[in-house]
């Protein structure tokens, strides 16, 4: 394995965290799902870590922020996608309690790495 920065940002191991959750919570969801939600929500959650690594690794201030601003747009999808899940009644708040924390938590942390790329 290449040893590159985007694998010391914490926001590039809470997103690897994100996209196991996603994982978890689609193996859950009904079969007619597979090629929808279930699909889109694991190319979203792929989406945040892939651009976040891209972006890492660009040298212009801009190209980075532009892969940041990517990645974050793409947790937003996960967070739709997450409600329609629970507008379908596929699951319940108590069932996304940790999918909720890491989201959250990349979202904020890209955030705050878009404001403060320089």
Request: hydrophobic letters at 40%.
């Amino acid at each position: 394995m290449l040893k590159l920065n985007h694998k010391n940002l914490a926001v590039w191991e809470k997103s690897l965290k994100l996209i196991k959750e996603v994982y978890r919570l689609t193996a859950k969801l009904p079969k007619e799902e597979q090629y929808v939600l279930t699909s889109q929500l694991r190319r979203a959650s792929i989406s945040v870590a892939s651009n976040i690594a891209e972006g890492s690794a660009r040298k212009s201030v801009s190209e980075r922020k532009r892969f940041y601003q990517i990645s974050r747009s793409s947790s937003v999808e996960i967070d739709t996608q997450i409600e329609i899940c629970k507008l379908l009644e596929y699951f319940i708040d108590n069932d996304l309690n940790d999918i909720d924390i890491e989201l959250n938590n990349v979202f904020a942390l890209l955030t705050a790495m878009i404001n403060n790329t320089k």
